[in-house]
């Protein structure tokens, strides 16, 4: 049976991915060679192999943009940041999201929802981060910002997690 990790153990993945985030401005392309620099114990991150972020759409609607993602089996803990950009390399984080973990390999859906989005178009992504010391990133994708919309978004997006 998988163990849960504590709270504490999520805490300190958060306190050191905004040290990485506050040392390097953010996480650009070139940064993940870097990932791991400052975390506890010197460790690295090493790319993730398993609960890969199948789906990922962000959607403009009524001057916000949801963001939704997909997590297939999703059984690790940890956690999501939720990033997004101007230009597609140099991102920012907006907030972060706990993972869920579940022993049973289900599929998870989660969902943010960015209340200030840059007008014009911005680049989004998620960044998986397990407290095995793992992570994977989500496909980038661009969201015009410009656009007047009428319909809410399918499946409208909250920020809670749902289970499928």
């Keep these: 049976m998988k163990s849960i990790a504590s709270n504490t153990q999520k805490t300190l993945v958060r306190t050191s991915l905004a040290a990485l985030l506050l040392t390097f401005g953010g996480l650009t392309a070139n940064a993940q060679t870097k990932m791991g620099k400052g975390l506890t114990g010197g460790a ?64 998870l859906f989660y969902s943010f929802i960015d209340e200030a989005p840059i007008t014009g178009q911005s680049y989004y992504r998620v960044m998986s981060v397990g407290t095995d010391q793992t992570f994977t990133y989500s496909d980038v994708v661009r969201v015009r910002t410009d656009v007047q919309s009428s319909n809410p978004p399918s499946n409208s997006a909250s920020n809670e997690t749902e289970g499928q």
Excluded: H, M
């Excluded at 009524?62 to 390399?89: A, P, Q």
């Design 44 to 107: 690295q991150l090493k790319p993730d192999d398993q609960n890969a972020i199948v789906s990922f759409s962000p959607v403009y609607n009524n001057g916000k943009t949801f963001v939704r993602w997909l997590v297939s089996n999703d059984e690790k803990d940890g956690i999501f940041i939720v990033e997004r950009s101007t230009d597609g390399t140099e991102f920012e984080a907006l907030g972060f999201k706990d993972r869920v973990g579940s022993p049973l390999c289900v599929n």
